[in-house]
């Protein structure tokens, strides 16, 4: 383990009273959520993968708690605790301690304790405007501590349910397709299954079953897989009721009925997910991809512009930003614009800050409603490593 | 002069086994001192101390290198310790202590048959229940990692200390990771393997610690001990390893 010098962490401090001052001139209020938080709701955001990087523990009263592995989730948290409307418009920034188990062994670049500093706002409806007012805060209280050398990589989760309308794509593979997104090796899997006949095959699932459901005859259905049951002496047990289970049959069944896709949506797929490069000529690319589109490119583009030129009025210099289709697919929570920021004197696996949109997480930390957010947060020892090695 | 240390299990069906085991290969372990106590000497193989250790600790021990050598599930070694590879040599499989960690599901579950199916509802089911499915186990590495190695990541785990197989019932999880030896349990209990879910196959081994100051001495002395044992080791038993 590091042990810290005194001259870090005067360095570090110096540091974050520069990013806050940035944050909180923009009009970010100052908050400090809770170190330690509930596991449960990160747990639940992002599954199983994250437990094996958080330090979760029991306490003395048996409740499961973790150290916060990211500022977002214990943000938003204190979100909810201070609206009763969870849309309600809010911009806060941090600083902070996060904590992250580091299996390869804590290093320098990654450390198991590290100081987070970022800007979480709410609640804005005028989507890429907020989009690019984040990255362009982040980008500008870097360049305010004293690093110059930066680029940005962009990406965009939701610009791929626009290229499955573009392909025209069938509603059941393109929500399938869209869930799969966030997953490369079950996203593999699944064009592969929908685009064969292979899926027809259901191995272990009984047969006589998948011809008995039918959609337009729920009831019946529902029947045929309690007869089943019963003749079969299977007790039925567990969450999952007789109607989930039978609403998952008629999937399988659909799907088997469902016309395979066809090559040239797989092709178009294949395609804008290999899109990478510089930002402005990558909307090029993905535009001559959806010129020979099915559907024609639609929206989808209009917002990949809009958000770049919000950027350049920002004042982000354009030739800095590259695109990748891929970028964020495992990045947990994010839905929409997905970025980091990295600098040469760091390699490509430590981003100094990273962020996006994620509409999805106030739901799941316990808002009734999805809210419209968005944030960023600075990597401290990172930045401050780059800063330090940037002006040698 | 130190010896070389065997943890072998301290009580229950592993320990009388074990024993079994070493009496067939011609060898008689027996305590040292008082009944009760917990340490104990082969005969005819004087340069060997004998530990009894309780078996959920002797993958700790090994792994630590605090006794040589160790009698225990594969899958305890494997759960605890997550470079097994490179900290433990597995010397000899010994034909007992038949366990196979697996995945189980309600049997009602006529729609889910695999690993895949079990990816295919885990989203619905979030959606219908607000939380991804939960997984009963007390092998949480061995979970994680297999499951991380499909891709299917989903899911919450729920550790269990004991009567993992009721937990579906219950409804304190919606799945199990556990062992099991013929499916007995798992088919009371209203439960089905996955067609993809045997994660382990495990039996009692004879383990070696890397970790622990081994002497050309010591080598010696467990390679006898491993003969005399693989001797008296079925077969079949052998060649599952």
Known sequence: MTVETTRNLEALAAQAQTLMSVFT????????????????????????????????????????????????????????????DPATTARYCYNGPAFRFQPQGATASHPREFRQAG??????????????????????????????????????????????????????????????????????????DFASAARVESPGVPEELLSAVRRDEWEK????????????????????????????????????????LDASAIELIERYVGVTGPATTAGEKIAALLKGAKNGAGAALETYDRRLALL????????????????????????GLVFEVNSSCLDAKSPIANGGRYDGLMRVAGAQVEVPAVGAAIHSERLLAATVKGAQ | MSKLTLAIPSKGRLMEQTTDMFARAGLVVRKVGHVRGYRGEIDGLPDIDVAYVSSGEIAAALKAGSV???????????????????????????????????????????DVATVHDLEDIALPFRRLHGRWPRVATKYVNLTRRFFGSKGFGDYRIIESAGATE?????????????????????????????????????????????????????????AELTAKLSASVPAKAASRA
């Open chain 2, 166 to 222: 009721g937990a579906p019932a219950a409804g304190m999880a919606e799945l199990i990771v556990d062992i099991t030896t013929t499916g007995e349990t798992l088919r009371a209990n209203g439960l089905k393997i996955l067609d993809d879910g045997v994660i382990l196959k495990s039996q009692a081994n004879l383990c070696a610690s890397n970790a622990a100051a081994w002497t050309p001495e010591f080598e010696k002395i467990c």
């Open chain 1, 312 to 335: 350049a009025n920002a004042g982000i210099d354009l030739s800095r930003v590259t695109f990748s289709a891929e970028f964020g697919r495992t990045l947990a929570y994010y839905s």
């Open chain 2, 68 to 110: 040589h050598l160790g009698i225990t599930g594969e899958d305890l070694i494997r759960e605890n310790i997550s470079d097994a590879a490179t900290r433990i040599r597995f010397l000899q499989a010994l034909g007992f202590g038949f366990a196979d960690v697996i995945v189980a599901v309600p049997a009602c579950w006529v």
């Open chain 1, 119 to 192: 800007i979480e706002r709410f609640g804005d409806k005028a989507r890429e405007a907020a989009e690019a007012e984040t990255v362009a805060i982040v980008v500008k209280a870097i360049e305010k501590v004293g690093l110059k050398d930066w680029t940005l990589k962009l990406g965009d989760l939701g610009l791929f349910s626009s290229v499955l309308d573009a392909a025209d794509v069938s509603p059941n593979w393109k929500k399938r397709l869209d869930d799969a997104f966030l997953k490369p090796l079950s996203f593999r899997n699944a064009l592969k």
């Open chain 1, 221 to 260: 259905s529902e029947a045929a897989v309690a007869v089943y049951l019963e003749e079969n002496a299977i007790e039925l047990l567990g969450t999952r009721s007789l109607a989930d289970i039978t609403e998952h049959l008629m999937v399988i069944a659909e799907d088997r009925q469902e016309k395979p």
């Open chain 1, 25 to 84: 001139k923009a009009g970010y209020e100052a908050v400090a959520p809770s170190i330690i938080q509930p596991a449960d709701v990160f747990l639940d955001v992002i599954g199983e993968s994250l437990r094996a990087r958080t330090y979760v523990f029991t306490d003395q009263d048996g409740a499961e708690l973790c150290l916060r592995p990211d500022i977002t989730v214990p943000t938003c948290r204190l979100h909810l605790e201070r609206h009763a």
